[in-house]
């Protein structure tokens, strides 16, 4: 008998898993040797907890209904507290018997009957038993029913047999949440999340279930962070396979799709050993959401298609399976609202710090223009001044008018610039040769043969472009068509032309800007600035201060120079267009977490991983987030560094960097280590 005190003790100490349950097992093998029924008993009576929540539902059934005969044929035989435990697990059989489509549900309607029976005749409270019946209503869609029994649940006062203060609201707001009662769901939830109602499964219990809540609701900070405190807490847990699902369609609705698959590529050998049908057929819908996500977006590899399938598959296999038994629809219908859910308008950030870049301002009212000519005028001067969606505004404005045969090779050149920014290199070069026909203006002619000299060396068709380069800044010799030609000995790799042609030119800022980039001078950067600041070009002085810096970078700088370097990040960020700010920020922060300043790392790092992925910009966002899980890691913040460096590797795994991804999961495996 000792030795079965000692397995128990043994097996106590244990967390709930194979090992625990193996002890108890054999357990119960040495005290039905000993012919002690009470000991017996009680060890089969532990063997079902362990059962319970080791993942091993089905084998819980056949050792509580062991345990159930035996006290029915002896009460009163197994001590004072016997029917006590009997009917506290008996809330837990009658709730798995839904989660088995093979079990009829004629016996799941007798187990409830027989619980409420049971609980009546022991004097016992019914506030557990209106909780069970709402929740098997609810699972059979039959929300009238539901609703009645949820009212008799939230108006029966609690007694010994309800679950503990911090379960027993987790289950109401799941309710809710399936009824489409976020707000309240929400407001229950608060005393549990301020810790005042709490056990061994919470707060991450509450927090997964207030997923779709705080989603719909709009509340993404606190998503991001129910998250990433609940999935920390259930992450391997083959038991919590159904809640490991839920994180699964957070991330797949909110936009984190390489966080998602990380968790999918982890716990995916999970579905194997989930501990009812039900869990499998979320984890499988969650699954497969993601994958079809990730596919819709690009993003697939080549065996996902396949696995997504399956996945879907097997999802509705087995909602078919609960809506055979249970002569309803029902599941069939929650589940392929998650099959066919859609992403939200934007993406959740799951820094609490992070936020995406402020929408870009639109362009400012163009001043009243009364003719045709006019409107021409404001959008290349627009242009000029690097104010596209100003110069766009204009020429769309210029479109409305009636046709002037007279402009029209003005405005061929506007539609060919606006064609090279967006990478139609066909489209830009036709409408300047149709310009250059067009033009009776030598001067505009010129320009658009230079434009298209240029564009053609970038094709690596130099020999015929150049002499149209050189003959145009020939007869232009404007600062425009000087730059132009330099650009031209650059992409032909004619560096020392380039360097001759800017260096005789007149000392403009976007002249002595390229100048500077080819010498690689800081003096000439710097004087580049000081001319950008006068001309009043904020874009070009921006990236005047970017390439000091950088210049400055690579000369090597002490702590004086670190400081000068600093500064001008500060003024290109304040001069920068939105969309050049995500590199600043990143520049800035990589140098921060250089000088040990990591505070000061992580703003940056957060803000250009934000604005990067609010740009789809992902190959930078890979290294981003790579130096922010080490930002992370130095402030001691272990699940965010998590969090961070699970998205770094999805983005270095789908680019194929096998080696940066090994010291990743090294990383990563150092940090759980550590926790």
């Known amino acids: 008998m000792d030795d079965v005190h ?5 097996a106590r100490a244990l967390p709930y898993g194979e090992a625990k349950t193996t002890l108890l097992e054999t357990a119960l093998r040495h005290a039905e040797a000993t012919g002690d029924k ?6 089969r009576m532990e063997l079902t907890e362990a059962y319970q929540y080791g993942a091993e539902h089905a084998k819980a059934f056949a050792a509580f209904a062991r345990c159930l005969a035996d006290h029915d044929a002896e009460p009163g035989g197994f001590g004072e507290w016997s029917v006590h435990n009997l009917l506290w697990q008996f809330k837990w059989i009658v709730g798995d018997l839904r989660r088995f489509p093979e ?26 038993v209106w909780a069970a019946r709402c929740a098997h209503a609810a699972h059979l869609g039959d929300h009238a029913a539901a609703d009645e029994l949820y009212h008799r649940w939230t108006t029966t006062p609690r007694d010994i047999l309800s679950d503990c203060e911090g379960c027993d609201p987790t289950s109401r707001a799941f309710y809710l949440i399936l009824r489409g009662r976020d707000e309240e769901a929400v407001e229950l939830a608060e005393p549990v ?9 919470q707060p991450q219990s509450i927090l997964t279930t207030l997923l779709p809540a705080y989603v719909r609701t709009g509340r993404f900070a606190e998503a991001a962070h129910a998250h990433r405190v609940a999935y920390r807490a259930i992450r391997g847990d083959a038991n919590e396979v159904e809640e490991i699902a839920s994180h699964l369609w957070f991330c797949a609705v909110t936009g984190n799709l390489a966080r998602g698959l990380e968790i999918l590529t982890r716990e995916r050998p999970l579905l194997d050993r989930a501990p009812n049908p039900g869990a499998a057929m979320w ?17 697939a590899g080549p065996s996902d298609p396949a696995e997504e399938a399956a996945l879907t598959a097997r999802a509705r296999e087995i909602a078919g399976r609960f809506d055979a038994r249970n002569g309803t629809s029902e599941q069939s219908r929650r589940v392929d609202e998650w099959l066919t859910a859609e992403p939200l308008g934007e993406h959740v950030p799951l820094d609490p710090r992070a936020r995406h870049s402020p929408p870009p301002i639109p362009p400012a009212p163009l001043p009243p223009a009364h003719t045709p000519e006019e409107l021409l005028d404001l ?16 020429w769309a404005r210029y479109d409305t008018c009636p046709p002037d045969p007279s402009l029209e090779a003005r405005r061929a050149d506007g539609r060919g610039l606006v064609a090279m920014v967006d990478g139609d290199t066909a489209t830009a070069l036709a409408e300047w040769r149709r310009a250059a026909g067009l033009h009776t203006d030598d001067d505009r002619r010129q320009g658009s043969l230079g434009r298209i000299g ?6 690596g068709q130099g020999d015929e472009g150049l002499p149209m380069v050189e003959r145009s800044a020939g007869a232009l010799n404007t600062p425009n068509a000087i730059i132009r030609l330099a650009h031209a000995y650059l992409t032909l790799g004619r560096d020392d032309d380039a360097e001759r042609v800017l260096a005789a030119a007149p000392p403009t800022g976007a002249g002595l800007l390229l100048l500077a980039n080819v010498r690689g001078d800081v003096a000439t950067a710097l004087r580049a600035r000081d001319a950008l600041r006068a001309e009043d070009d904020r874009e070009g002085l921006a990236r005047a201060c970017g390439l000091h810096a950088h210049l400055l970078l690579s000369a090597g700088v002490d702590e004086t120079g670190a400081r000068e370097v600093l500064a001008a990040y500060d003024e290109a960020l304040a001069n920068a267009p939105a969309s050049d700010r995500a590199g600043i920020h990143h520049d800035r922060g990589s140098l921060h977490l250089q000088l040990g300043l990591v505070p000061e790392a992580l703003d940056d790092l957060v803000e250009a991983v934000a604005q990067y992925v609010a740009d789809g910009d992902m190959e930078p ?14 402030l001691g913040r272990p699940v965010e560094a998590e969090i961070a460096a699970e998205e770094a590797l999805g983005g270095f795994r789908a680019a194929g960097d096998d080696e940066v991804c090994a010291r990743i999961e090294e990383f990563i495996a150092d940090l759980q280590e550590d926790d």
Not at 103 to 128: I, K, W
């Open 6 to 10: 000692e397995l128990i003790d043994r």
């Open 38 to 43: 009470a000991l017996t008993w009680a060890v």
């Open 103 to 128: 079990v009829p549900l004629a016996r799941t309607h007798q187990m409830l009957d027989d619980m409420e029976r049971r609980y009546r005749e022991n004097g016992d409270g019914l506030h557990a």
């Open 193 to 201: 999340l301020r810790g005042e109602l709490t056990c061994h499964v």
């Open 283 to 299: 984890f499988a819908a969650a699954g497969a959401l993601l994958l079809r996500l990730l596919r819709e977006q690009g993003h």
């Open 379 to 394: 959008a290349e001067e627009a242009w000029q001044r690097g104010r596209v969606d100003e110069a766009k505004a204009a």
């Open 454 to 459: 240029l564009l053609l060396c970038q094709l």
């Open 621 to 634: 966002v890979r290294y981003a987030r790579l130096s922010l899980a080490e930002a992370y890691a130095r």
